[in-house]
């Protein structure tokens, strides 16, 4: 899971440099919560809005500081190697799919602390998400497998 091993490399940066806990978000952290393999891509990370406005080049300056280069600044993607990031904010949670933000999981991994979504939290993002309309064009079959999956996790 070398995917992974880099989310806990950047978390330990990210809670050492800039005092963020980070949240594991997307395929990766569905695949960590699940114990499914789900071949994510990238790694979705969630901060703190302020870092993506007041803050983003504090943020910005750490990630190039580990060898990160920003490929889309509107998108808030980065890259090193073949390994790519994007980042957001977990305020936009709670109003996006009525998760508290606040009541997420804590983790801790080899001196990285980060939170995660539980499943019945990642089924109510995927179920937000297979409505919006970018995301129904070009994520369906995925998003649908996704959610069939929580789905029979929650229900077993």
């Not at 080899?110 to 089924?123: F, K, N, V």
């Amino acid at each position: 899971m070398a995917l992974y091993d880099e989310f806990i490399k950047i978390a330990k940066t990210m809670n050492k440099e800039l005092n963020i806990i980070p949240v594991l978000y997307g395929s990766l952290g569905l695949e960590k919560v699940t114990g499914i393999e789900f071949s994510p891509q990238d790694i979705d990370i969630l901060v703190p809005l302020t870092f993506l406005e007041e803050n983003w080049e504090l943020l910005k300056d750490v990630l190039e500081d580990i060898g990160y280069e920003l490929i889309d600044l509107h998108e808030h993607e980065f890259q090193k190697g073949n390994v790519k990031i994007g980042i957001s904010y977990y305020e936009d949670l709670k109003k996006f799919a009525d998760v508290d933000y606040n009541n997420l999981k804590k983790n801790k991994d080899s001196g990285a602390i980060y939170r995660t979504l539980s499943i019945s939290e990642y089924l109510k993002v995927y179920t937000r998400s297979s409505l919006d309309g970018y995301r129904r064009t070009k994520r369906d079959k995925k998003d649908q497998s996704k959610i069939e999956v929580l789905n029979e996790l929650l229900h077993d």
